[in-house]
């Protein structure tokens, strides 16, 4: 299921999390460094369950 969110925090290694439309916490981590500057972006993402918790991936930004 399709998500939407903010991105509400990233650090210099690419960890960090996305704010839902719900006021839900979810953790990613993405490996291009050209997202790190996106604190603030909105953005679709799917969630998936791993042994550690839910994990936001296929984050994509919402085009303004």
Do not use: C, W
Not at 16 to 39: A, C, M, R, W
């Amino acid at each position: 299921m399709l998500r939407k969110g903010k991105i509400t925090l990233i650090d210099d290694n690419g960890f960090g999390v996305i704010t839902d439309e719900n006021e839900q916490e979810i953790p990613f981590s993405l490996d291009h460094s050209f997202f790190y500057n996106l604190k603030g972006a909105d953005v679709n993402f799917d969630i998936e369950l791993r042994s550690d918790g839910l994990v936001a991936v296929d984050i994509s930004l919402i085009a303004s």
